[in-house]
């Protein structure tokens, strides 16, 4: 899910705007240093054979960041501005992820009520065939009627079928979506 990649972009450019900020603080440096040279300018192997310990030193810094040229400024504002397009991003992810599921729960529901219309409608088919067949015994109707009876009912039994599938369909797509709103943070 697109939502997911988000919002790992979202954390990482608020660990950026912590990282900037943190540039603003002193720090405070330990540092040690042993020297040891030779007096030889011309001779690299003399200067080695005469290598002499000179000093010991150790030392503080504390560094504050003055200035920089407003460089961490202008890249703190930067990142700011980029957090806050993603999460206008993210909104829009979300918002449009929250309109597919109440479309799909609308569409779930406007095919359940058709499926349940396609039974009923089914029943009375299947009901008119068999009085037709009646009919037809009677000589009230035509062959022709009764056989127009008979289509008609296969009719709505491929008209029940084609509306249990899509509603199958529905139900898959709805469980899917429901699953993976279970995934993005609201």
């Known amino acids: 899910i697109n939502a997911k990649n988000i919002i790992s972009k979202i954390n990482a450019k608020k660990s950026e705007i912590y990282l900037y900020e943190k ?3 002193p720090t405070l440096d330990f540092y040690s240093k042993y020297d040891f040279y030779g007096y030889d300018s011309h001779s690299y192997r003399t200067s080695l054979s005469t290598l002499s310990k000179n000093s010991y030193k150790f030392g503080l810094v504390l560094s504050l960041n003055i200035f920089d040229g407003f460089k961490t400024t202008s890249l703190k504002r930067k990142t700011l501005l980029q957090l806050k397009q993603l ?3 993210y909104e829009f ?6 309109y597919e599921i109440k479309t799909l729960k609308e569409n779930f529901k406007l ?3 058709i499926f349940q219309n396609k039974t009923k409608s089914l ?4 009901e ?5 067949t009646k009919l037809y015994k ?3 109707i035509t062959k022709l009627d009764e056989i127009n009876k008979k289509i008609e009912n296969i009719y709505k039994q491929l008209e029940l079928q084609k509306s249990k599938e899509k509603l199958a369909y529905e139900s ?4 899917i979506l429901l699953e993976d709103e279970k995934c993005i943070v609201h």
Request: hydrophobic share 25%.
């Open 93 to 98: 992810e979300r918002d449009k992820f929250n």
């Open 87 to 89: 999460q206008k991003q």
């Open 128 to 132: 008119n065939t068999i009085n037709s």
């Open 23 to 25: 540039e603003f603080l």
């Open 111 to 113: 095919e359940k009520s």
């Open 172 to 175: 898959t797509k709805k469980l």
């Open 123 to 126: 029943k009375l088919a299947f």
């Open 138 to 140: 009677q000589g009230e």
